[in-house]
């Protein structure tokens, strides 16, 4: 059975940092681009992170950029975002999906975690 879980999630205060992890069992994440989003109450949900097969290439929404940094860890099957300074903004359910095709369209993504819950008060 192909699965991403999400873990990390939680609340913290404005300025604090979480890492969140996606551990994958069913499927070999060295073969998959990895990404990041996030969906906040009310909203479609964004990209916010994403990162090559091979670690080689990130990329980052501009509203996270130079606060998250996604890696990758194939040997454990797991990519991780790091989010630092965080603000009251980042609220929301952060997904991470994989794909073979195009590392930034949210559109190409075909496997989806389910997420976990960010929440940062000020």
């Known amino acids: 059975q192909v699965q991403l879980v999400e873990s990390g999630g939680g609340l913290v205060q404005a300025g604090d940092s979480l890492r969140l992890s996606c551990a994958a069992s069913?499927?070999?994440?060295?073969?998959?681009?990895m990404g990041w989003f996030r969906q906040a109450p009310g909203k479609e949900r964004e990209f916010v992170a994403a990162?090559?097969?091979?670690?080689?290439?990130?990329y980052y929404a501009d509203s996270v950029k130079g606060r998250f940094t996604v890696s990758r860890d194939n040997a454990k099957n797991t990519v991780y975002l790091q989010m630092n300074s965080l603000k009251p903004d980042d609220t929301a359910v952060y997904c991470c999906?994989?794909?073979?095709?195009?590392?930034?369209?949210?559109?190409?993504?075909?496997?989806w975690g389910q997420g976990t819950q960010v929440t940062v008060s000020s």
């Open positions: 069913g499927l070999t994440v060295s073969s998959y681009h």
């Open positions: 990162i090559n097969w091979s670690g080689s290439l990130t």
């Open positions: 999906g994989a794909t073979r095709t195009s590392v930034t369209a949210m559109s190409r993504y075909d496997l």
